[in-house]
């Protein structure tokens, strides 16, 4: 049986179908940004909003609410993923405009950043060193 009437599952299925068509559009709008996969995942998007759409009546309230909190978690980490994407795309066409320039790199943060993992792994390192003396005294 079908029931097709407005409710909060049509808004969701509204918004995952925006949120997707977004996606699989961003590949006119940002062809640097864009991914082969982004595609599936823009047709399994789609096929998703429109089960919601049409069998979303059925849905409990707490059913209906786990709905809403996986969607905002994929809206969200979507919209994370496109924006590190363009990061990465900027970072990559910075490179290769200055790839010989050590300042460039100085001041993006990859000394500190650098700097900061060696610090970690020196710690991490002694950290392991020392309590595994500690656990050979014990024994």
């Known amino acids: 049986m079908i029931n097709f009437?407005?409710?909060?599952?049509?808004?969701?299925?509204?918004?995952?179908s925006f949120g997707v068509l977004i996606?699989?559009?961003l590949r006119n709008v940002k062809p640097e940004v864009a991914r082969?996969?982004?595609?599936?995942?823009?047709?399994?998007?789609l096929l998703y909003s429109c089960i919601l759409m049409v069998h979303g009546w059925r849905l409990d309230p707490i059913l209906l609410f786990s709905q809403?909190?996986?969607?905002?978690?994929?809206?969200?980490?979507?919209?994370?993923?496109?924006?590190?994407?363009?990061?990465?795309?900027?970072?990559?066409?910075?490179?290769?405009i200055k790839e010989d320039n050590f300042?460039?790199?100085y001041n993006l943060g990859f000394k500190f950043v650098n700097n900061f993992v060696k610090l970690c792994l020196k710690n991490i390192h002694n950290f392991f060193r020392y309590y595994s003396l500690v656990f050979l005294v014990c024994q």
């Open 68 to 96: 809403v909190l996986i969607i905002i978690t994929v809206l969200v980490a979507g919209w994370e993923n496109i924006r590190l994407r363009g990061l990465i795309a900027n970072m990559a066409k910075l490179k290769k």
């Open 36 to 45: 082969d996969e982004d595609i599936f995942f823009a047709t399994i998007g």
């Open 23 to 25: 996606l699989y559009f």
């Open 5 to 16: 009437s407005f409710g909060p599952n049509i808004f969701l299925g509204i918004l995952v």
């Open 103 to 105: 300042l460039t790199y």
